[in-house]
């Protein structure tokens, strides 16, 4: 993987590929390109991919059922669609179904795709790094149980000090001062 990213560009028409790929150079990202959806599922079965952009009129499959599919195969990979008819309705459906992060429609503006893609995995990273900030939480708090469970008199210490802290929150801002 790159430094900023893998994506796949997901378009049957050759040229929007290549516009695509052409918008996005020189962003320090890795570019994958596939022209059908069963040649980008074999790129994500072999290639760690951060973000996939997937036109959403494809022969043979439509884009929600891509994105479905991408989801299963990467479920960390963020997925927008792109689509050169305006409908809201599929926009919707594929954003709140949590199948895409954005939408975005044919023409595009550069500025705005590399800004949707750069936001994107930013996004992408502060995701995977709660989550593994919460599961470090929970591997800590699984040792600390074990700890207070082999150690009454922690517990016992644990407990006095929480109980000074509440009271500490409790009292009146600026009671103490004389």
């Not at 959806?37 to 929600?64: C, H, N, T």
């Amino acid at each position: 993987m790159s430094q900023h990213g893998t994506v796949l560009l997901v378009d049957d028409e050759p040229h929007v590929l290549a516009a695509l790929r052409r918008c996005l150079l020189g962003d320090g990202l890795r570019i994958l390109v596939a022209e059908r959806p069963d040649q980008a599922r074999e790129i994500l079965e072999r290639e760690d991919v951060d973000l996939v952009l997937s036109d959403f009129d494809m022969p043979g499959e439509d884009g929600l059922t891509f994105l479905r599919s991408v989801g299963e195969l990467r479920p960390d990979a963020l997925r927008v669609m792109l689509s050169g008819r305006a409908d809201l309705q599929v926009a919707f459906e594929a954003v709140n179904d949590g199948l895409a992060y954005r939408f975005l429609t044919k023409p595009w503006e550069e500025v705005e795709v590399r800004l949707l893609i750069r936001r994107a995995l930013e996004h992408r990273t502060d995701r995977l790094r709660v989550r593994e900030l919460s599961l470090l939480v929970e591997r800590q708090a699984a040792v600390f149980a074990q700890i207070l469970a082999r150690h009454p008199d922690c517990r016992e210490l644990l407990e006095s000090v929480l109980e000074s802290q509440e009271a500490e929150l409790a009292s009146p801002v600026g009671a103490s001062v004389g």
